[in-house]
């Protein structure tokens, strides 16, 4: 079976969707057969990687218009990588979802139909803990959290744990944490502070590699690729790399 991994912090800007793109993209170039869904109104993984924004989205598989089979693309770059495309459309997704019939449940069943035919499906979520990011919390069998290196990464960590031990209690008992991913660091004191803080909190959770900031990485999207296709001898594609790895070997382990 597939496993379904969501990548969330409501806190903004700690390089969630970046994590998600090239997470998914270098899974997928290490043989692994993988979907990206994106479940952010702002669709910027769906951009990111090359994808048109004004097409079927998962927006219309929430409202029923679409299955998921239908509105996923194959990338046209990576043969074993396939999207599930976002668009402003989502934004009305928090509103529209707790009056639909299972409510907490519409990510969980329009997935579950085509688990089966991916290895990983990795889920980017809104910088939010409204009901869309909470759906997907009960679709996902783990949480991959990004973590920001700076001095504020902690503050609201909290809130997300509550949400992860609210969902495994109410609606999703084997829901797991993957582990978190220290992104956006420097070599300053604060930083090595900040990760060591992190390390002392959640012991191995916390993956060995770490992403640095690189502007290389924030070019890329603009481009509509993946780090490694935009610049593949740059240190943010080396480092994404490792950490596909480092996923990939963590999960042979259980």
Not at 41 to 60: C, M, P, R
Not at 199 to 213: P, Y
């Amino acid at each position: 079976m597939g496993k379904i991994v969501a990548l969330a912090n409501q806190k903004g800007g700690v390089g969630k969707t970046t994590t998600a793109m090239n997470l998914a993209a270098n899974v997928a170039l290490l043989g692994k057969k993988v979907l990206l869904v994106d479940a952010d109104s702002q669709a910027n993984a769906t951009s990111g990687l090359g994808f048109e924004v004004t097409g079927d989205n998962i927006y219309d598989c929430i409202t029923g218009r679409k299955t998921a089979r239908e509105v996923m693309q194959q990338s046209a770059d990576i043969k074993k990588l396939w999207v599930i495309p976002s668009s402003i459309d989502l934004v009305a997704a928090d509103v529209e979802m707790p009056s639909m019939p299972d409510a907490h449940h519409i990510i969980r069943n329009l997935l579950m139909p085509i688990k089966d035919d991916f290895d990983y499906i990795f889920i980017d979520c809104s910088p939010s803990l409204g009901f869309m990011t909470a759906n997907v919390l009960v679709a996902a069998d783990s949480v991959l959290i990004p973590v920001q290196c700076e001095y504020f990464a902690l503050e609201g960590l909290s809130k997300l744990l509550n949400s992860i031990r609210l969902t495994q209690s109410r609606f999703n008992t084997s829901l797991g944490i993957e582990g978190f991913v220290m992104t956006m660091y420097s070599r300053s004191r604060m930083a090595n502070q900040v990760v060591e803080e992190v390390k002392r909190h959640f012991g191995n959770m916390v993956f060995d590699t770490i992403i640095g900031r690189n502007i290389r990485l924030s070019e890329a999207p603009s481009h509509g690729k993946p780090i490694i296709l935009y610049d593949a001898s740059a240190t943010g594609s080396i480092t994404y790399m490792n950490l596909a790895k480092e996923f990939l070997k963590r999960n042979r382990k259980k």
